[in-house]
């Protein structure tokens, strides 16, 4: 791997920074933010080594280090990071995660410090990892219990694990069957959706409505974590845990009541699923006939209403309706005419609603998404160990670039409302977003790989230019 430094240039006001770098096979990328300076570390490595690029403020190469990769045969993924006085520690596990492998890298002394851990996993499921500035997260499910473990590794680099119980909670599986907390992630919604699958909403970014379906979700910040769990129509179970205290508290968010039976006495498929941001949780609920949009607090506290039927518009929404795709491969794009295409058509798929915040304003997007025609190779793999995201290389997941390809070989029907921080919504036509541009960028430009995309005052994309053999950092705005 030969990377030129002095290669930077500065092409337009788009691109950043670019620098000549070859790309062996087996390649992966991985990126972190250091928040307090907002510059990054992005980690290229290869199946022999591990460059560390350290991009200052402004996204130019400032300077590199290169060292060892770690033992392929056994540590196989990068997985997260933290920071310790200001230099990033790159975290490398195992398959199965009981294998940790650190690297500390400084820039000053320009050394690679590395630390080896072996975790006790026997009896637990890998649920999800998160990063921070100053610590590194790995959450599991204790077999068989009601207890999640947090596995934690400080700045510096000090291992503790904490169970959090939580018994009397009320868990239930789809159709209210009791359960306990195990039952409940080892449920399957294939092929949507694998047992022990929690996908990760960073709120920071535009959410795919291929993540917003699903029905085990969790969103982190410093100091929580927020589980919801929507496998039953009626409510929504939401488990806040205190990175503080190590302790959680359960609520039960009821949605709008729509009747099970028609007046014929058959019964109604009904559809739920909701999204947590800004303190409040956004939830839908439809039956073919009616469309229930409501904002809540975690103490189930109603904040705003809206509801449309088949007979009258979608009064709250800044879009047309869409549809892509179809049932079979293809079918293009088209516009659904009226609201009682939208409800009935999202009841019968996978729903869900995507939140982000443009400005002071919340966009959201309601709508579904089928079962995917294909599967890609590795898929499955992925979703067994609760990864989200690209492929890239061999072992490398970047959940942000997932937005950008998850609705290939699918139908999805959506519809956009922008609304303000009381819930009113604000009319008007809406303007691209930097993800909009991106993926526009990506669609012109197809012989790029390695992508990876992070925001700190701005969205970023970097990429390998395998033409130019560049790696080359692109700045979008929304």
């Avoid at 968010?253 to 014929?264: H, L, V």
């Amino acid at each position: 791997m030969a990377l030129l430094l002095n290669g930077l240039v500065s092409l337009s006001q788009e691109t950043i920074s670019s620098t000549p770098i070859e790309l062996k096979k087996n390649r992966g990328v991985f990126q972190t933010v250091n928040d307090q300076k907002k510059d990054v570390t992005v980690f290229v490595s290869d199946k022999i080594k591990v460059n560390a690029i350290h991009l200052n403020e402004k996204m130019q190469i400032a300077d590199s280090i290169s060292t060892e990769r770690p033992n392929t045969k056994v540590y196989t993924n990068m997985i997260g990071y933290n920071i310790k006085n200001n230099n990033t520690r790159l975290f490398w596990s195992s398959d199965d995660y009981e294998n940790i492998f650190t690297q500390l890298y400084d820039f000053n002394s320009r050394t690679v410090q590395t630390q080896q851990y072996t975790l006790a996993l026997k009896d637990e499921k890998f649920l999800q990892k998160f990063s921070e500035n100053e610590k590194f997260y790995i959450l599991t499910v204790v077999k068989k219990s009601n207890n999640l473990r947090l596995h934690i590794f400080d700045k510096e680099g000090v291992y503790v694990s904490k169970t959090i119980s939580l018994e009397g909670f009320h868990f239930f599986k789809k159709k209210y069957v009791k359960s306990t907390l195990y039952g409940v992630l080892e449920e399957s919604f294939l092929p949507n959706e694998w047992p022990f699958s929690m996908h990760f909403m960073n709120i920071e970014n535009p959410t795919s409505l291929n993540e917003a379906t699903k029905k085990r979700k969790c969103y982190f910040n410093k100091n929580q974590i927020v589980i919801t769990i929507d496998n039953n129509v009626n409510y929504t179970q939401a488990i806040v845990i205190d990175l503080t205290r190590f302790s959680a508290i359960e609520k039960i968010i009821k949605f709008p009541s729509i009747s099970e039976m028609s007046p014929g006495g058959y019964s109604v498929r009904l559809n739920s699923n909701s999204f947590f941001i800004n303190n409040k949780l956004y939830q839908i609920k439809s039956s073919a006939d009616i469309f229930h949009f409501t904002i809540k607090d975690l103490d189930g506290n109603l904040l705003k209403e809206y509801t449309a039927t088949g007979d009258t518009p979608i009064e709250f929404k800044n879009t047309e309706i869409s549809q892509q795709g179809n049932d079979f491969f293809g079918g293009g794009e088209k516009v659904l005419e009226n609201s009682s295409q939208f409800i009935r058509k999202i009841t019968n798929l996978h729903a869900g609603i995507a939140c982000y915040n443009v400005g002071e304003n919340t966009l959201i997007t309601f709508g579904g998404i089928s079962d995917t025609s294909q599967q890609p190779a590795g898929q499955s793999v992925m979703n067994q160990f609760g990864f989200i995201g690209s492929l890239l290389g061999a072992v490398i997941f970047n959940p942000t670039m997932d937005s950008f390809n998850s609705y290939s070989s699918r139908k999805v029907v959506k519809v956009e409302g922008l609304f303000d921080k009381e819930g009113n919504h604000v009319k008007g036509e809406l303007q691209p977003l930097a993800f909009d541009k991106i993926r526009t960028f990506l669609d012109k430009n197809e012989d790029t790989s390695a992508q990876i995309l992070f925001k700190i005052d701005s969205y970023y994309l970097g990429y390998y230019d395998k033409k130019a053999k560049e790696y080359i950092i692109r700045k979008f705005n929304d």
